[in-house]
């Protein structure tokens, strides 16, 4: 790869029983530090806005100057195609390069509220807008120049015109990621539709945000250029094949976005997924937890990672010896699993309001805080430290009283992005 991009990992047990089956932890983490120094992004972005009437006042308002700071933010080489719906959707702004668009920014000042929510239109357009820019300078001689490209998705709603069923917004997320664009939709305020957002974005490839206050849009928007503009790697191809005779049986990944993965149990020896845009200084985490059939004294390859053309081999010892097979060489892959376990259970209390849910989330948080690795092992992992902090505040704010619409919205978006 052209792009610096790592692949680490870490292997609870390093030492395995031998002829005896066990259960080890895995942690892998992928990111990338910098990018080749003659590389360089062309943004091609769809800004997608709700203007319906329900965003009138200062979140019309924050949403048009959000805009406008991040036209300002764009090279002038790159790409913007703003997209405004209410009942239907229109094309406000064709794609265009920054250097061309003299009138983007009268556009998104001049833009008019009207009735009703047409998202599944909105993004439909701005694929097709973002799609006629595919080849943007692709007769360019640079052959180090990349494109990518990203829709922002922006709404305080609900879909009440056009297609409304997730299952519609689903199959045209997974359309549009495949097509190697990302969707990142936002929801603003109490009323919005977070499990279809946060649809869009796991089937899109983007990160969903929550937004109580309109104010804090700039900082997103400003986000979303950053992330443009750092993109190395494209929905990469992610697998990891174990040893004959393991099993997987969770796989989560942890950052940027939590979320318990579906493994396919007829045939749980490998794992094959395509994860969220490496992004420079943002890693991605997924924890496994995998049963290991017996074996020999002997050394075995445990997995092996690819990662498009990037392959990592990972090994671990079958011995006889107690004193090496007894000991936990690395407690973080354990830990992490079980903390994602842990927050994955608040965040369904949270949205079911399921008080067995939460005490299963507590024992766990028990046991955890229990381990004799605990303070040392979370002094060198901030991620821990910070879904401790995470689930240890929401299960206190829940034993004083039932959580209001905007708490519940604030914990379920905490106890799913956990940006590192």
Same mark, same amino acid.
């Given at each position: ?253 942890? /950052?940027? %976005? =939590? #979320? ?8 749980? +020896?490998?794992?094959? $997924? @395509? ?9 991605? /985490?997924? %924890? =496994? #937890? ?8 002997? +050394?075995?390859?445990? $997995? @092996? ?23 936990? +060489?690395?407690?973080?892959? @354990? ?86």
């Amino acid at each position: 790869m052209q792009n610096s991009i790592d692949v680490r990992y870490a292997v609870n047990h390093k030492y395995l029983k031998s002829s005896s089956p066990g259960t080890v932890f895995l942690a892998i983490e992928i990111h990338s530090l910098k990018k080749s120094e003659d590389s360089f992004n062309i943004s091609n972005l769809s800004l997608v806005v709700d203007c319906s009437s329900s965003m009138r006042g200062e979140k019309f308002k924050q949403a048009k100057e959000s805009a406008l700071d991040l036209f300002g933010i764009l090279g002038d080489n790159d790409y913007l195609s703003i997209i405004s719906f209410h009942k239907s959707a229109k094309v406000s702004l064709p794609s265009s390069r920054k250097s061309e668009s003299e009138s983007a920014e009268n556009i998104i000042r001049n833009l008019q509220l009207g009735i009703g929510t047409n998202i599944y239109q909105g993004l439909a357009l701005a694929y097709k807008e973002i799609s006629s820019k595919q080849t943007i300078d692709a007769d360019n001689s640079n052959n180090n120049r990349s494109i990518t490209r990203r829709i922002i998705l922006l709404t305080d709603g609900q879909a009440s015109y056009g297609k409304m069923e997730e299952k519609d917004f689903v199959s045209l997320s997974k359309k549009i990621r495949e097509d190697g664009v990302t969707v990142s939709p936002i929801g603003i305020g109490d009323d919005y539709d977070q499990q279809l957002l946060y649809a869009i974005a796991e089937n899109g490839g983007g990160v969903p945000y929550h937004v109580n206050e309109a104010i804090d849009l700039r900082k997103i928007f400003n986000k979303q250029a950053d992330e443009l503009s750092s993109t190395v790697l494209i929905s990469p191809a992610f697998t990891i094949t174990m040893m004959p005779g393991a099993k997987i049986q969770d796989v989560y990944t942890v /950052t940027p %976005a =939590l #979320r318990k993965q579906n493994v396919d149990k007829s045939n749980n +020896t490998r794992y094959v $997924a @395509r994860l969220k845009d490496i992004i420079i200084g943002q890693r991605q /985490t997924l %924890a =496994l #937890r995998v049963d290991v059939p017996e074996r020999p004294p002997g +050394t075995y390859r445990l $997995a @092996r990672v690819e990662l498009n053309d990037l392959i990592r081999n990972i090994e671990v010892e079958y011995s006889d010896d107690p004193l090496l097979y007894n000991k936990e +060489t690395d407690p973080y892959p @354990r830990m992490i699993l079980t903390f994602s376990e842990a927050t994955s259970l608040v965040n369904k209390a949270v949205q079911v309001g399921d008080d067995e849910t939460i005490r299963k989330a507590e024992t766990l948080m028990t046991v955890l805080s229990e381990d004799k690795d605990f303070e040392k092992v979370m002094t060198k992992r901030p991620i821990l430290k910070k879904m401790a902090a995470t689930i240890s505040g929401i299960i206190e704010r829940i034993s004083q009283g039932p959580l209001t619409e905007s708490e519940k919205r604030e914990a379920i978006h905490d106890t799913t992005i956990f940006f590192r």
